[in-house]
Nanobody, 124 residues
Framework: VQLVESGGGMVQPGGSLRLSCATS????????MSWVRRAPGKGPEWVSG????????YYTDSVKGRFTISRDNAKNTLYLQMNSLKPEDTALYFC??????????????????WGQGTQVTVSS
């Protein structure tokens, strides 16, 4: 199983970035997926999740209306479109596979495989 994130970078407040997570080694379409972030000096924070078919999406309150999660099951790839970025969005962003049916899609301990992360820095 491999998950490889890309698309991070440095952007000014109000800017946009699109993160991608290319996956391999498992049946991508069979798993719910999420994005989780870790800001400097803080613990992991679940950001957004998506069901297997891509027709149900979930967001933490702080990113609702600004971030959009999506997936392309034909390409085995997960995306996160991030608009109107704020300095508090600065973090290392990980994609993760929900391998265990623990709690809800927001429950971080339900994720069994993670990527290495891509850094997002929002600063003027």
């Amino acid at each position: 199983v491999q998950l490889v994130e890309s698309g991070g970078g440095m952007v000014q407040p109000g800017g946009s970035l699109r993160l991608s997570c290319a996956t391999s080694g498992f049946s991508f379409s069979a798993y719910e997926m999420s994005w989780v972030r870790r800001a400097p000096g803080k613990g992991p924070e679940w950001v957004s999740g998506i069901n297997t078919g891509g027709d149900s999406t979930y967001y933490t309150d702080s990113v609702k209306g600004r971030f959009t999660i999506s997936r392309d099951n034909a390409k085995n790839t997960l995306y996160l479109q991030m608009n109107s970025l704020k300095p508090e969005d600065t973090a290392l962003y990980f994609c993760a596979r929900r391998g265990w049916n623990i709690g809800t899609i927001q429950s971080i301990n339900g994720y069994d495989f993670w990527g290495q992360g891509t850094q997002v820095t929002v600063s003027s």
